[in-house]
């Protein structure tokens, strides 16, 4: 009996992924367990393992090559079974290298020669496992996958057609609500001009195309889905960091404590303000909210190609130095793309820090489901009234954006109170 | 404005006609002493007696064809059938005479006719008795077909068709002769070829005629209460339909039921949308949907029949599908 093995989705966001390279040679035996393949995902690098055991009879995609979730990359099989009949019956995978990206996937009976080890051996085979042309389309991607347009056509009423064509919306970056997603008026209802640039655009003169990577892709792909259907709204609040920071000193001498960071800090301050505002660990979902009583924190992490989001789960119950362990942990592990996929998915809010760029403050974009995300700017000195005197204060603004769906103006006010309240009396936060 | 029934409506439109224009005649069954099998022609034969009103044996292809003649030479009649079903018997004077003279004899003849009567389903007269054939008159060019949903309509729209030069036909409802409304004091015409927005809304078009007009304004009061807004649109002309303000509200709501007594296969209602995809195709966010008939001979028990015919909850289904709600 053959075991299919295929281009794995690890993410909810994954739609497809690099073939980086084999570990295993067609003939290997495997066991169950084995690492057979290393794959990069939209997010990370990952081992592709073997979920049967047997021989690697067949290898159809070379490392280099761009593969969607779900299709068939290889076969396991007893080491004298025939596998042509069943290869025969079997979808080519839908490749392309990496360097074309932006072109649709290319189905395997344009582009057989590609698909396919050169191998002398598989060449014979290759005319054999071409799919017979009315095999069925193998799904891709399951419906939940945020953009259903892997096969490189767009589904979309006339209407939103035109509405598209009138406000240069491009297409191709929605997520449509109708029938097998096709895309219709109210999926636009809100779009501004140019809010997604349409891309038929002439490419500018002498100017160099340097392909995107995936995980810019995913971070392009998940800010459209933030932007243009999440209404934001935006409430900056500055807090008074003159009590937290000799805290801050004070923690960093107490003996193996590591010092906490000012994302740390954050992180326990933001959850126990989460605890009291339900509405900011929620999710808007149509005609109801997802509220989440777990408080997972996503917190941004930056890196040279992009940024990923490690998840510390239930910050309201762990120690501000759990916290800061765990953040220096998975900060340095998302700087070389190991994080594991539950280890940077499911946050229901996040926190971005530019404060040690000199950023006074920013608006922050919400990755859907959250319903909200706060920028934090950097700390910045100012003359402060403080009893009668003028004082040199040590301010940060810091900004929440919020989903007007989930929750209005006054909610983000009271909520960025308590958080002030919290960072200015910081006491509660050693506990 | 005086209440009218939808039969005093069309009586009226005949008798003031015919009092201004001594070649206009009506003729079919108990059109006369009956006073008509629906009373539509109640006095007529006193008023105008028996020359200008016309008893006739059950002879369908007869009496239509002998209209055909008396057109040609000059008189304008109004053949009144029973109902649409027995009028089958007279389509070959229908189709091969009365729209094809005027063209066959380069214009020398004229055939100004008028056939009307009810048509469609009237609670369990079977089968034969039961069906609404609009779309076979329509197929045939030369020939303009009326359908209106309220006296007032049926009025205007008739003189306009008694005037015209060309054949003409009028398709009733028994359902609707006894329904009663505002009819407009004097002279005054509804022109053949123009569509009436009979409610005003910005969620969906609905498209109805005849009596499923009527069921429209009904489950648009439904629909109200649900908090969708419907326009209902009567082309109260089938042929040549007024497609300018039908593409106004497809413009407006971007979304369309089209709802049709008869069965669903080449009907009036595929024929409009068929026009609604030609020329709204970039104002449409849904395809459009069309609530007919079921595609059977109408039953004769009262539950099936039911089952046989538009509803308000099937509208209210195919609504919700346009406006992509669950």
Known sequence: MANRVVMPKLTDTMEEGVLLQWYKKEGDTVESGDALAEVETDKAVMDLEAFASGTLKKILVEPGYIVPSGDLIALIARDDEDIEALLAKEKMPRTRQVGEEGKAAAPAEEAPAKTTSPSPQQTKTQSDTTPEPEAKPKAASPPSAPIAHTDGEIKASPLAKKIAAERQIDLSQIQGSGPAGRIIQRDLEGLSAGAIASTGAAPLNEAERVELTMLRKAIASRMIQSKAPVPHFYVTSEIDMGKILPLREALQKDGDTPRPSMSDLFIKATAL??????????????????????????????????????????????????????????????????????????????????????????SAIITPPEAAVLAIGSILEKPVVSNGEIVIGKIMKVTLSTDHRVADGLQAAEFLKALKSTMENPLSLAL | ???????????????????????????????????????????????????????????????????????????????????????????????NNATKLHSMSGGQLKVPMVFRGPNGSAKRLASQHSQSLESLYCHIPGLKAIAPSTPKDAKGLLKSAIRDNNPVICFEAQALYGTKGEVPDG???????????????????????????????????????????????????????????????????????????????????????????????????????????EDCPIPYAKNLEEAALPSSEKIIAAVKKVLYLK
């Not at chain 1, 765990?326 to 998302?334: F, G, L, M, S």
């Not at chain 2, 489950?219 to 040549?240: C, H, Q, S, W, Y």
């Open chain 1, 273 to 362: 303000t989460l605890r009291k505002f339900p509405a900011f660990r929620s999710s808007y979902a149509g005609d109801h909210l997802n509220v989440s009583n777990a408080i997972d924190i996503g917190l941004a992490i930056g890196m040279p190609e992009g940024v990923i989001t490690a998840v510390i789960r239930n910050c309201d119950q762990k120690t501000l130095s759990q916290i800061s362990a765990e953040v220096k942990d998975k900060a340095a592990r998302a700087r070389v793309k190991k994080l594991k996929p539950e280890e940077y998915t499911g946050a229901v809010f996040s926190i971005s820090n530019l404060g040690m760029f000199d950023v006074e403050s920013f």
């Open chain 2, 187 to 293: 002279e005054y015409t509804i022109p053949i070829g123009k569509a009436d927005i009979k409610r005003e809304g910005k969620d969906v078009t609905l498209i109805a005629w005849s009596k499923m007009l009527l069921l429209c304004l009904q489950t648009a009061d439904f629909l109200a209460k649900e908090g969708i807004d419907a326009e209902v649109v009567d082309p109260r002309t089938l042929r040549p339909l007024d497609m300018e303000t039908i593409l106004e509200s497809v413009k407006k709501t971007h979304r369309v039921v089209i709802v049709e007594e008869a069965w669903p296969y080449g009907g009036v209602s595929a024929q409009i949308s068929d026009r609604i995809y030609y020329g709204g195709l970039d104002d449409l966010d849904a395809p459009i949907e069309r609530v007919c008939g």
């Open chain 2, 1 to 95: 404005m005086p209440i009218l029934a939808y039969r005093e409506a069309l009586n009226q439109a005949m008798s003031e006609e015919m009092r201004k224009d001594p070649s206009i005649f009506l003729m079919g069954e108990e059109v006369g002493f009956y006073d008509g099998a629906f009373k539509v022609s109640k006095g007529m034969l006193k008023e105008f007696g028996p020359m200008r009103v016309v008893d006739t044996p059950i002879t369908e292809a007869g009496f239509t064809g002998v209209g055909v003649g008396a057109a040609m030479v000059g008189l304008r009649p109004i053949i009144e059938m029973m109902t649409f079903n027995f009028a089958i018997l007279g389509l070959d004077q229908i189709i």
